[in-house]
């Protein structure tokens, strides 16, 4: 399972979402999944290989680094990924379920794969689900941001830290490896996941006013 | 310390660029001569070049990177002072941005499939066969999906030059020192610092810079050609009513189908009105498309 398997799943279920939907997909995929593997991912390869603290004391370095990186940047955004791609499943599962029901309710008259190729109105109980799915989406993408603001301190990362921690011997200076370029991407992926809320918020907004004005 | 990337994230990354240029190369159906020959040095001069050499040769930069000092984290903080972005994270955020313009001209062509459908649906032709038929039509680049096209050319040009320029403003010169001197803390006094693999770098960042060149001389070859055409186009033929708008071209091609449809089967019952235009008049005009 990778990340061209989710992008199989999401984009089958992307039929029944609005032109809104599918440029939010877009540009989760490029601009974050893409980066993310091409580029991030190759930043914070030696992070604790590279992690070196002024002192031979054995021990130190590991619980420097543990402490100042519980949870390293890219484990939070392939999991912020992985959980904001997620609802758009929530309306995958539904409009299956429908094609079952339909199908059961119809009886011989139709074939399933002529009902599974229908593209179904945003209307009704799918509208709730669409909707849910949308603030669900919402409610990820900021928690993510949220965290990684709240553990990291803000998106810069430091050139040195100082660790006092034992078995380190009162305080040692620290040096984190790329922080230049590990500020770049950071502040890069928080850019495109603002963008993502902001389109996600859109969406929101047009399908409540479609919803209204019916 | 190994010198070549692990095989597993090379593996996921060769993945993500062959998707990355499948998605791209879907728009190539629309696009111009010129547009095609674009796509192909994106994808065999960087994409495949920046996979396949650049990566190794940049690996082990940081590794590589050694300072004449005993002093812990001097490594670090000449490197990160002297390289705050490696050459190969610019191109390949470059290489990302450049493309991603050609996905506008992707979406109108998926609305106006869309409108067509709906069309066809109106005039009562909707067997899957017509359907497909709508999948696999080539539009011609005129009227909204001009200015689209035009309008990615553009951003594909500004892109392609902003990060020339961020380039050239973080990297001076194209030269790749053999040697720096870094004096930041906790470097003692001023040290030497040695870049590994300078003159490899040196060549790999020219051939990319040169090619970078090449394609927005592509692209501006493109802006004037797409111009010269519509030029002609307007000063050329009334015929083709090039200032009609291209729904307008779609509603009357149709009307003209269903007139002789009509005429074909003798039939009475018709889904769309003539309205304006005489059913002679129309028959001596060619079909839009």
Redesign the interface.
């Known amino acids: 399972m990778s990340w061209p398997a989710l992008y199989t799943q999401l984009v089958g279920a992307n039929r029944h979402s609005t032109s809104l939907g599918k440029v939010w997909l877009s540009v989760l995929f490029i601009f974050r999944v893409m980066v993310l593997v091409v580029a991030a991912e190759s930043v914070w390869g030696d992070e604790q290989s590279d992690f070196t603290c002024n002192t031979l004391q054995p021990g130190c370095e590991n619980v420097c680094y543990d402490q100042f990186f519980p949870v390293s940047h890219i484990r939070l955004w392939c999991l912020q990924l992985l959980f904001v791609s997620t609802p758009t499943l929530l309306v995958a599962m539904y409009v299956a379920f429908r094609n079952h029901r339909d199908k059961k309710r119809l009886l011989q008259e139709v074939e399933l794969e002529t009902l599974k190729r229908r593209r179904l109105p945003i209307a009704g109980a799918l509208w709730w689900t669409y909707a849910c799915s949308l603030v669900f989406r919402l409610l990820f993408e900021g928690g993510f941001m949220y965290a990684l603001y709240v553990v990291y301190d803000g998106f810069h990362m430091p050139r040195l830290v100082q660790c006092d921690q034992w078995p380190c011997p009162n305080l040692v200076d620290c040096f984190i490896s790329r922080p230049t370029e590990k500020t770049i991407f950071t502040v890069f992926m928080a850019t495109a996941s603002s963008i993502c809320m902001v389109l996600n918020m859109a969406e929101l907004a047009y399908i409540i006013a479609k919803a209204v004005t019916r | 310390t190994p010198l070549a990337?692990p095989a597993e994230?090379d593996l996921?990354?060769k993945?993500?660029?062959g998707?990355?240029y499948a998605?791209i190369s879907g728009v190539n159906r629309h696009s111009t001569g010129i547009g095609r020959v674009w796509l192909s040095v994106i994808f065999i001069f960087r994409i495949l070049v920046l996979v396949v050499a650049a990566e190794s040769v940049w690996g082990d930069e940081?590794?590589g990177f050694t300072c004449n000092t005993q002093?812990?984290?001097c490594?670090?903080?000449c490197?990160?002072q002297f390289?705050?972005?490696?050459h190969?994270?610019l191109w390949?955020?470059q290489l990302?941005l450049v493309s991603?313009p050609a996905?506008l001209v992707a979406?109108h062509v998926a609305?106006r499939r869309h409108i067509d459908k709906k069309l066809m649906k109106r005039a009562g032709r909707s067997s899957p066969k017509e359907l497909e038929q709508i999948k696999n039509q080539k539009f011609q680049i005129i009227g909204a999906l001009w200015w689209t096209y035009m309008i990615s050319i553009i951003f594909r040009i500004i892109f392609e030059v902003a990060f020339l320029y961020i380039f050239y403003s973080i990297y001076p010169d194209f030269k790749m020192f053999r040697l720096v001197k870094c004096d930041s803390?906790?470097c003692p006094n001023t040290v030497d610092c040695f870049v590994s693999r300078p003159t490899e770098k040196t060549i790999f960042t020219v051939f990319m810079l040169a090619v970078s060149g090449v394609c927005v001389l592509l692209n501006v070859a493109e802006v004037l050609y797409l111009i010269g055409r519509a030029c002609k186009r307007c000063l050329g033929g009334s015929e083709d009513e090039s200032k009609g708008a291209w729904i307008s071209q779609r509603l009357s091609s149709h009307r003209q189908n269903e007139i002789n449809q009509l005429i074909a089967d003798h039939s009475l019952k018709s889904k769309f009105t003539v309205t304006k235009k005489s059913p002679t008049e129309k028959g001596e005009r060619c079909s839009a498309f």
């Open positions: 990337p994230p996921e990354s993945m993500n660029w998707s990355f998605v940081k590794s002093q812990p984290g490594n670090s903080v490197y990160d390289f705050p972005i490696s190969i994270r390949a955020l990302i991603t996905l979406m609305h803390y906790p």
